[in-house]
């Protein structure tokens, strides 16, 4: 593929500006000319060009995209439309010329607080990871106040790596807690490492697993008996809605990934938003800004520190709230109810060929280990194959606890036809693995690309066009 | 059932008895039954298409600001988004996927951010930029974050930083236990050099190109104290168009240049989502947050791109890693490749020199209206004007002539509470701002 910069000639024009006459107040050693690097190209190569990379691209609108803990479920597409009424507003304009804007913060806050029985939320968060940091925060804000110096988050060993680094943000050591042999947290292990000096308990439930953790309601009182808190990392929020209230469970914090569980599109890595929940008394310690009404109109204040610039990702928060709307209560306890009957469907006919990492019941994920095929083909060769297929794989190689992982997620989105195809496809590249490895080994033979050669890329760094310039003379 | 979920009630029932299970409650019951069957949620839905439009416009119909002629920025701007940018960037391939984890099948979204990449490294004058922070104040607070682990000490931070940077970069600051040191402004508005050259044991200067004033900070001076003491320079800009204009911050010697690409073919969208950028040097790019695209070759020897150095992120190396950050905003850098590939060098050059043009014909009025300009200093496309009252009183006057003046600085700046920060883009024509100034001396 060609890049940009190789269709730039000098007298293209790709966007036409009238010359504005006028002049400059900018002394003339503070300038700069053109910008060498950039490229001079038509409209109707721009246009060309990009409508290529993007054929190159797999997505979810094209077809199944099973990873686990990233909910790659089908995005609505009037949710797109309704998200364009709500794009020429300046953030910092006056209240009462945006109470409409106002009112979707304010409506899918009551939304999140009504899915997960917590008591306010802050829309404020970016992407999950974000909404990780913002949540210990709280909690640091709260304990902090309260003139404890608290020094660890405990995160278990299956948890996403967003977690620990988050922890690390937040001032905090992560101690790691590990599992047991039913892919739960090891609750003697966590009592051991459960002490004053434990801020909290960064708890992902259902966990990377896919497993419920089962003990959660033991080990939030023994958190809250310590003075520490319990903090729920809401990635797979997609199998648990309209089942129970997190509330219940006992959590203190929670995240929710809007671009996960409430269909907003992923866009290549983002944008997301990471909204976060708390319980009554960390309320006040919620990074702001808040929305306070008052005679009728919405207004914002500030709340604890700031963690981003004005208010959140408002269009992913537009969707997410058009999602909420469309499916009311009892569709979002449908979409969590078929999440996990498709899930178990697709595990119960791949577990007679494959091996499944532990034998616990699971909600809307499972994971494969490579023991039945890793004499013979790896897990990224499998996972290579199945592109070959039309199929998206699974996340590869996490949770970090199983050998040669693969994590599948189905979502609710799926027909039975699409899962009955996928399992034929994997079991199909077993039978390959036997009869002619070479052809896993060397997949994809069908993707625009072959395999890439991530090592050297990683040896001998070229990040810009400029420095490929440079590279090749 | 939902539209979006293909699998009928027969599907159901028969996968329900592929797993031996009587009824669909009993997918559940690895929940506990003490926890589980509580989740009713309360909520209607609307169900059918039209009246969920309905619903929404509904409510886009409270906002009263159409009519408003607007001269605001202070962080974002009202810039013209090329029609091609949308057409392309609501692709679903472009859309809808995830992270290129795969990049055999992903090689659209990842050939798109290395040109990102490669234009904010030309926009910045740096030497490599990575593919995207969350928005320019996390940018800003993860490039403090990335100096300290190059060297320890201090961090120091101008006054006429954007208010909600300083917010931000207390808020990951103080969890780290380190100290911010605030360098105020002189009286023409640039950085104290003074104040600045007092400060000790110093990591990193944190200063706004162009500051909050909208002034061109005098990056020479700053760069050359800052080399005395060994510390490193850090750039913010918010407004990025700036950089088609002014000298770039590698030309100053900068460590890192951090800030907000809104401007470059994304929706003003009541703050989000933008699109946080990062560029530094290479000796630096171990120690960068964030993901980088770099380029390789396939197993057909082609020319190809990959996620790279990721032994920096999160997922490899945990609580050890640079950042925390996972999902970023790739669907927005996108969009800014695609932008600054239509305005190309001649263009973008062209549209920053009209931004600037607007904001001297607007001074140059409201000098004539005898309004003081309150700085003395160069100015890109925002000045700060006293208007020699209460400034939020004055432009709610202004308001009454459906015009938002710009934005009062007293809640930030005690000091300035008689000023405004006026903004002028390409979207502000001169009729508009000659209509601007005749209302403001109505007032005066």
Known sequence: ?473 | MSRYIPVTPQDKEEMLRALGLAGPEELFSSIPAKLRGKGEIRIEPIKEEGKLKEYFLRLSERNKFKDKKIFLGAGAYNHYIPAAVDYLAFRSEFLTPYTPYQPEVSQGTLTATFEYQSYMAALTGMEVANASMYEGATATAEAALMALRIRRGNIAVASSLHPQYRQVLRTYLEKQGVEIREVPYRQDGRVNLEELGKIDNLSAFIVGYPNFFGIIEDLASISSILKQKGALLITSTWEALSLALIKPPGEFSAAIAAGEAQSLGLPLAYGGPYLGFFATMKKYVWKMPGRLVGMTKDSREERGFVLTLSAREQHIRRQRATSNICSNEAWCAIRVAIYISLLGKKGLRKLALTNHRRAVYAAGLLKEAGFTLKFSSPFFNEFVVDVGMDAGKFRDRLLEKAIVAGYPLGKDYPELKNCLLLTFTEMNSRKDIEELVKEMEGIK
């Open chain 1, 1 to 473: 593929m060609k890049l940009i910069f190789e269709y730039s000639r000098p007298g293209k024009e790709g966007f036409h500006i009238e010359e504005e006459k006028g002049r400059e107040t900018i002394p003339q050693e503070l300038l700069r000319g053109e910008i060498e690097e950039l490229p001079e190209v038509s409209e109707r190569e721009v246009v060309s060009h990009y409508l290529r990379l993007s054929v190159m691209n797999y997505s979810v609108d094209w077809g199944f995209y099973p990873l686990g803990s990233c909910t790659m479920k089908y995005n609505p597409k009037v949710n797109e439309a309704i998200a364009s009424y709500f794009t020429d507003a300046h953030p910092l304009l006056p209240e009462e010329l945006v109470q409409g804007y106002l009112k979707i913060f304010k409506e899918l806050e009551e939304a999140l607080r009504e899915i997960t029985g917590l008591y306010a939320f802050t829309l404020a968060p970016s992407a999950g990871a974000h909404g990780e940091f913002t949540g210990i925060i709280t909690i640091r804000n709260y304990l902090e106040d309260h003139g404890e110096k608290r020094e660890i988050v405990l995160i278990p060993d299956s948890a996403h790596g967003t977690n620990p680094a988050s922890a690390t943000l937040a001032g905090y050591r992560a101690v790691e807690i590990p599992s047991d042999d039913k892919g739960m947290i090891d609750l003697d292990k966590f009592k051991e490492a459960l002490n004053e000096r434990v801020a909290a308990l960064m708890i992902t439930n259902p966990n990377t697993l896919g497993i419920f953790e089962a003990k959660i309601r033991e080990i939030a009182d023994l958190l809250h008996k310590a003075g520490a808190f319990l903090y729920m990392d809401g990635a797979n929020m997609n199998a648990l809605l309209g089942q129970v209230k997190v509330a219940d469970l006992g959590v203190d914090v929670i995240h929710l990934n809007l671009h996960k569980t409430f269909s907003t599109p992923h866009g290549g890595g983002g944008p997301g938003s990471g909204p976060v929940g708390v319980v009554e008394k960390l309320a006040p310690y919620l990074p702001g800004p808040h929305l306070e009404e008052g005679e009728g109109i919405l207004r914002w204040k500030n709340g604890r520190g700031r963690i981003r610039s004005f208010f959140g990702n408002f269009l992913v928060l537009v969707k997410a709230l058009a999602y909420i709307r469309e499916l009311g209560g009892e569709g979002l306890r449908e979409v969590s109810e078929v999440a996990v009957l498709n899930s178990r469907y697709l595990r119960r006919k791949l577990e007679g060929k494959f091996k499944i990492a532990y034998p616990t019941e699971t909600l809307h994920e499972f994971v494969l280990s490579d023991e039945t095929f890793r004499d013979r083909i790896s897990t990224l060769d499998l996972a290579k194959r199945l592109l070959d297929y039309g199929f998206h794989p699974p996340t590869i190689y996490f949770p970090l606890i199983v050998h040669g992982a693969l994590m599948v997620e189905p979502t609710e989105t799926e027909s039975k036809e699409t899962l009955d195809e996928f399992a034929s496809a994997m079991e199909k590249i077993l039978e390959e693995a036997e009869e002619n490895p070479e052809i896993v080994k060397t997949a994809p033979h069908k993707t625009p690309v072959g395999r890439l050669n991530e090592v050297e890329a990683a040896r001998r760094p070229i990040l810009t066009w400029q420095e490929y310039l440079k590279t090749s003379g």
